[in-house]
T-cell receptor, first 111, second 113 residues
């Protein structure tokens, strides 16, 4: 069983729509969660982190965490073609532990 | 401020050879992480170095090893290369041990023939 799972996609949404990316994790000891964005041929970059149950908003991005359900999601409002990328969900137990990445979900925003 | 740098950008080896990949973290960063990104497998954690010591290791065989130098740069060595070692190897650094944000380098693409 993979520790962090994501639908590989591709997920296609029209420009201006809400893109919803989902992630589940198996380690109940995980405390911190991260969303990284990776453009094709580029390196991952951190876009959101979340530690507590509930929602965390940053501009057009909202991360949601439900520890009871072991579920993390990322919502992208008003999706733009420039949001087309692979989104990597990741988690770790403590700041002294390794970060475990999911396989990523490919998002395509259609103009 | 210069980002994380890695060398070489591409590396071609044959089975059984050894590969050495290098990483220079962002100035002031003490932690260096190594990941393998193979097609369809996502980012797999390899090694974590901080202050010159190995802090954590992923589920890879011992032929994957590395070290961190006093200037915090790092080296990843892969011995007895196998075809399935072909992948993009990414290095990341963080300001302090366990910091939230890891900054990734451009990667070294290793091809084993």
């Amino acid at each position: 069983q993979k520790e962090v799972e994501q639908n590989s996609g591709p997920l296609s949404v029209p420009e201006g729509a809400i893109a919803s990316l989902n992630c589940t994790y198996s380690d109940r000891g995980s405390q911190s969660f991260f969303w990284y964005r990776q453009y094709s041929g580029k390196s991952p970059e951190l876009i959101m982190s979340i530690y507590s149950n509930g929602d965390k908003e940053d501009g057009r991005f909202t991360a949601q965490l439900n520890k009871a359900s072991q579920y993390v999601s990322l919502l992208i409002r008003d999706s733009q073609p420039s949001d087309s990328a692979t989104y990597l969900c990741a988690g770790r137990r403590t700041s002294y532990d390794k970060v475990i990445f999911g396989p990523g979900t490919s998002l395509s925003v259609i103009p | 401020e210069a980002g994380v740098t890695q060398s070489p950008t591409h590396l071609i080896k044959t089975r059984g050879q050894q590969a050495t990949l290098r990483c220079s973290p962002i100035s002031g960063h003490t932690s260096v992480y190594w990941y393998q990104q193979a097609l369809g497998l996502g980012l797999q954690f390899l090694l974590w170095y901080d202050e010159g010591e190995e802090r954590n290791r992923g589920n890879f065989p011992p032929r994957f090893s590395g070290r961190q130098f006093p200037n915090y740069s790092s080296e990843l060595n892969v011995n007895a290369l196998e075809l399935e070692d072909s992948a993009l190897y990414l290095c990341a650094s963080s300001l302090i041990r366990g910091a939230e944000t890891q900054y990734f380098g451009p990667g070294t693409r290793l091809l084993v023939l």
